[in-house]
């Protein structure tokens, strides 16, 4: 059996083969293939967006996950995405434009919200619940969601976007100006990720064993939400709300190469970029000239693959902690 | 008082003495009740000393304090002489290892990654060079070098134990604290223990080890801390403090201790 290290590299070259042929596909797919202009003004940012969602989702899964000690934290499933919407249209309520640096804040402090409060409710002697997690998370999600509706209702901008684009995404509204925006934050973060990644190999051990251990528990759990954030929070400003790409592309690179976090980092940041891209591709071709929401594909596989991690959690804990 | 802290690594060689010290530290429960009664007292320096007492009655919370892994609200800890309070987390990392009673690890992790976070500590500094050998060195020590490369979740309890006291091993500290690492083990897994404990207290560690087995403690430790109703009731010698009226007071029980030639305790409830 080749070793972890071999297997990672040899993961790496697959993934980003993959990667690269999904990226070709989509750019030259659909009605009038090979337009330049299309191709360059429509395609190019969509699929660059798609790349870039599709990391930061996939890196800020294995920061959730590593940071909160929890198999089954997702952005979306924690309450992060709504909160970023709910900021992002906050903004757009107070004229700001989409795309733009500074929808991407109020959308970060949206997320940063949902995320404290996650935390704060799951916080018990020391440590954080699993389940109080998510549920957490279902509540923020709820209380997010209806206040996205009310807004857009209410306000009647024309420049809102609907209620299905926060609720289940699309690319086809990306352009340059979105894609100059998540750019910076998906790299920055992926930074941190990859800084952290051996203390949220220590952390495995639980608060008390890591801190012992030399782990500054709280400053590298702060790192790691913040981070968390930044990655989601831009893309969602931008796309909408994605789910399962951070709780599935984690797990499955899990499987292949190991749990250790620096090489889990640089893996499903480009498994996570291939299977958004792939995801928006078959959204935009399947029943073309119809779009389906690109959300609704990742929940379609996501959700029932989600369902068998719960069991599987489950079963090896003997129950929940 | 305290020192002013100062890098204390060392680098190897003989292990420089260390002893712990609660200085007035007290636990109060948000409501103000104690959880620890204010408490003075030493770990001595190369000395096994362990913490016995009824369930509920302190050991955990005076362990935690002890490890800096809780502080105490009232009162200071002192690690050879120096305030942990300031000293941050790598560097209370390498003056003292803790075993917890928890010992589960989140996702799939293999032995030798468990081990190998022992080494936390030392990560930049001179010593890491030393990191393979300290590694292999406890792997070794524990006979576990056929589990190295097997995922935890496929070992068994004791195996997991013994994982876990060689992560504290490979730590290379001057202290070592257990929180009732005798509970949940069979016969092979409490010698591989004792084993363990010896072969750290040869190399001259501070060991502090809180049990319910006060039998195997006579036999193990040079000091006994007891703690009873939040506070400690007596702390010395195991032959001055294992004696039918400490320990029937502390445990609220009739008991008769019986000291053996080899320095062994029995004990045995009266009624």
Not at chain 2, 161 to 178: P, S, W
Request: charged share 15%.
């Amino acid at each position: 059996m080749p070793t972890l290290r071999a297997r990672s590299v040899w993961l790496i070259a697959i993934v980003l083969v993959a990667l690269m042929g999904s990226v070709v596909i989509s750019l030259l797919s659909g009605a009038a293939a090979s337009d330049p202009v299309i191709i360059w003004n429509i395609r190019a940012p969509r699929v660059l967006t798609a790349v870039l969602v599709g990391a930061g989702l996939a890196v800020a899964g294995v920061l959730l996950q590593g940071s909160l000690r929890n198999p089954l934290a997702d952005p979306a499933l924690v309450g992060v995405s709504a909160g970023a919407a709910l900021g992002a249209v906050v903004g757009a309520a107070l004229g700001l434009g989409y795309n733009s640096y500074a929808a991407s804040l109020f959308a970060l402090l949206g997320g940063l919200l949902a995320v404290v409060v996650v935390v704060w409710v799951s916080r018990t002697h020391g440590r954080i619940e699993v389940v109080t997690v998510l549920l957490g998370g279902i509540a923020i999600t709820a209380f997010a969601s209806a206040v996205v509706a009310i807004l857009i209702s209410m306000s009647g901008l024309a420049g809102l976007r609907p209620v299905s684009f926060w609720a289940t995404g699309s690319f086809a509204l990306s352009n340059w100006s979105g894609v100059l925006s998540i750019a910076p934050a998906v790299v920055i973060g992926t930074g941190i990720a990859l800084f952290i990644a051996p203390a949220l190999n220590v952390l495995s051990l639980g608060d008390d064993a890591a801190f012992a251990s030399g782990i500054e528990v709280g400053k590298i759990r702060m790192w790691a939400l913040g981070a968390a954030v930044l990655l989601t929070g831009a893309g969602v400003a931008v796309v909408g709300v994605i789910a399962f790409i951070g709780l599935l592309v984690p797990h499955a690179v899990r499987l292949l190469i190991g749990p250790s976090h620096r090489s889990l980092v640089i893996v499903s940041a480009i498994a996570g970029a291939f299977t958004v891209v792939a995801a928006d591709t078959v959204a935009r071709l399947v029943v073309s000239p119809v779009e389906l929401p690109v959300g609704a594909i990742t929940a379609i596989v996501g959700a029932p693959l989600f369902l068998v991690i719960v069991a599987r959690t489950r079963s090896r804990q003997g129950g929940w902690a | 008082m305290s020192k002013d802290y100062k890098e204390t690594a060392t680098g190897t060689g003989p292990i420089p003495a260390m002893s712990i010290e609660l200085v007035n530290c007290a636990l109060r429960t948000s409501s103000g009740r104690y959880r620890l009664e204010p408490t003075t007292l030493t770990f001595a320096s190369g000395l096994v000393t362990a913490v016995v007492g009824p369930n509920g009655a302190g050991k955990s919370s005076l362990l935690a304090i002890a490890a800096a892994t809780l502080s105490p609200t009232e009162g200071e800890v002192l690690f050879g002489g120096y305030s942990v309070s300031d000293m941050n987390a790598r560097q209370m990392a390498q003056s003292r290892a803790v075993l917890a009673q928890d010992l589960s690890v989140a996702f799939g992790f293999n032995a030798v990654d468990i081990v190998s976070w022992g080494r936390t500590p030392w990560r930049g500094t001179e010593l890491q060079k030393q990191d393979s050998t300290a590694i292999k060195v406890a792997l070794q020590s524990l006979g576990i070098i056929d589990l190295a490369n097997r995922p935890m979740s496929e070992l068994s309890g004791g195996e997991r134990k013994r994982v876990h006291l060689a992560r504290i091993l490979a730590q290379e500290t001057q202290c070592v604290l257990m929180d009732e690492p005798d509970s949940d083990l069979d016969l092979a897994g409490l010698a591989t223990l004792d084993l363990a404990i010896q072969g750290m207290n040869a190399l001259g560690k501070t060991m502090v080890i809180s049990s319910h087995d006060l039998q195997r403690v006579s036999r193990l430790a040079d000091r006994i801390v007891v703690v009873a109703e939040q506070k400690v009731v007596a702390h010395g010698e195991a032959r001055a403090v294992i004696t039918t009226e400490i320990l029937s007071e502390a445990y609220q029980t009739q008991v008769k201790v019986q000291w053996t030639d080899q320095g062994v305790a029995h004990i045995s409830i009266v009624g």
